[in-house]
């Protein structure tokens, strides 16, 4: 009888034993020992997006590049487990969603390279987020790729016929009413050969760290700045207002941006409190999600109304429609 207890109990122990090894978690990989921020690529940023995709925080493509819709989820994961919220993946983050996450390095890899349009939820069979081979269609410039993950299409021209006020730069003094004369959609500044097409994609959802109240605010601004100008000329005036927020030199969030004294025409003549039209909310989501056709500009002005001698002060980047962006 004792020999059969001692069997069965060898049986049972070699099963749970055998169990354990079969459906051991394949968190296998971990991150390097580097702090991984904003304008980071690589392994470290595909784990990054994987990890905080499997518990909800990140909803854009895992892309390897740590974009803007991977910074306001980082910040937004900061901010719920009560670190320190600055964008910045250390030692004390990655632990904390490695205790709280799985990372299958072999699955997520082989989808990534394979081109394949995936996610990572934890919570859903891996079977139902992957898609055919290659349906996640490759993009010129990985670095500005949409956290969305569409593919390019053509930039459309606003048919309100309004034309833009100037702004993002100090008004001292009255602003004229800008000319009606319309402008070709993309000019070279003076003494410059003309600038290919931004590669634009345009985005369809909100990404993590943005609330509606910042869409709406920059949509307006974006509207009252900008409506009439090329599509691609929106995407740039919402872009300047993001690497303001991001600048040390201008306040940190959108709405702080947006009504810092004389920094915006719209705000000055009131158009900031038109309701904004679906081409300016585009355009915010198009900037937060990556696309900056200004070429990392701070400010950006109408040189046929421009009142300001300072502003021509400023290096140029690029004009784009009425606007000249500079740094």
């Not at 749970?16 to 392994?43: H, K, L, M, R, Y």
């Not at 303001?244 to 000055?268: L, Q, W, Y």
Request: one cysteine or more.
């Amino acid at each position: 009888m004792n020999k059969a207890v001692r069997t069965i109990s060898l049986l049972m122990f070699i099963c749970i034993f055998g169990c354990s090894i079969v459906f051991q978690p394949t968190n296998v990989e971990a991150f390097s020992n580097q702090i991984i921020q904003q304008g980071a690529t690589g392994d470290d940023v595909v784990e990054l997006q994987a990890r905080l995709q499997y518990i909800g925080f990140y909803h854009g493509t895992i892309d390897g590049v740590y974009g803007w819709g991977t910074y306001w989820a980082v910040r937004k994961f900061q901010e719920q487990f009560g670190l320190t919220i600055d964008g910045l993946v250390g030692s004390e983050m990655k632990a904390i969603l490695k205790k709280n996450t799985n990372y299958d390095y072999k699955w997520v890899h082989k989808q990534f390279y394979e081109g394949r349009k995936f996610t990572y939820y934890g919570a859903t069979p891996k079977e139902l987020q992957t898609g055919p081979k290659g349906s996640r269609s490759p993009q010129k410039e990985p670095a500005k790729r949409s956290q969305q993950g569409k593919a390019p299409t053509p930039w459309k021209q606003p048919t309100t016929g309004k034309t833009p006020t100037q702004g993002g730069t100090p008004t001292p003094g009255p602003v004229k009413t800008p000319p009606t004369t319309p402008v070709p959609a993309e000019e070279p500044v003076k003494g410059e050969k003309k600038q290919e097409k931004a590669d634009i994609h345009e985005a369809i959802n909100v990404p993590a760290g943005f609330s509606q109240n910042d869409i709406r605010m920059m949509a307006q601004a974006v509207y009252g700045e900008a409506r009439g100008e090329p599509y691609i000329g929106q995407v740039a005036v919402a872009a300047v207002i993001l690497n303001r927020v991001k600048s040390p030199s201008f306040p940190n969030t959108p709405s702080g941006v947006i009504f810092e004294p004389r920094a915006f025409t719209a705000v000055a003549d009131g158009q900031i409190w038109l309701d904004p039209d679906e081409t300016a909310r585009r355009a915010v989501l198009d900037a937060i999600n990556g696309q900056d056709p200004s070429g990392n500009a701070l400010y950006y002005f109408n040189p046929s109304t421009a009142t300001s001698g300072w502003i021509w002060s400023r290096p140029q980047v690029r004009k784009i429609g009425k606007h000249i962006f500079c740094k």
